[in-house]
């Protein structure tokens, strides 16, 4: 995929704000209209379109700028932060527990619970970048990678429980 950052000529950061990407995009895709540039100056609008919805994602923002600052991949790295697997195993036991029972309070809960989790791993991986973004290290880039890919089993845990929400919706 084309840096979604450079695609939009956006500074790569994960703190942007969509007001700023939306910009980004209107500007680019206006000047990429047939009649407002050369055909040798024309960004091709597939791309735009891509940068524009990777970069509006949250999760996709954090993966394409991990990318850009060289950190590892999600089929690189798949470790998770210390203690995080085991709990997730006790986790999983209660919510399939829970969907056994059919009890809309408790899938609330559970939904609740998973929500709350992933909230916690966007900041910590909106932290991570802040603290890093002048000095990247790859030491500190894996750091992000392990939140990003707790991150990520928090939004299947939410896909698990309510299936029909889709990713990333509540």
Request: avoid cysteine; proline fraction near 8%; hydrophobic fraction near 40%.
């Amino acid at each position: 995929m084309t840096d979604p950052f450079q695609a939009l000529s956006l500074s790569p950061r994960f703190d942007l704000a969509d007001a700023d990407i939306e910009r980004a995009y209107l500007g680019k895709i206006a000047s990429a209209h047939p009649d407002a540039a050369s055909q040798a100056e024309a960004a091709d609008p597939a791309t735009l379109n891509d940068a524009r919805r990777a970069l509006l994602d949250p999760e996709q923002r954090a993966e394409a700028l991990l990318a850009v600052l060289g950190g590892p991949g999600p089929g690189s790295d798949r470790e998770l932060p210390d203690g995080f697997l085991h709990e997730m195993l006790d986790v999983r036991m209660q919510l399939e527990d829970a969907q056994a029972s059919d009890d809309p309070a408790e899938r609330e809960q559970w939904r609740a619970w998973a929500s709350e989790r992933r909230d916690q791993h966007i900041a910590a991986v909106a932290q991570h970048f802040s603290d890093y973004a002048n000095n990247p290290q790859p030491e500190k880039l894996v750091a992000v990678r392990r939140e990003l890919n707790a991150w990520r089993y928090a939004e299947r845990m939410l896909e698990q429980i309510d299936p029909a929400a889709g990713p990333g919706l509540e």
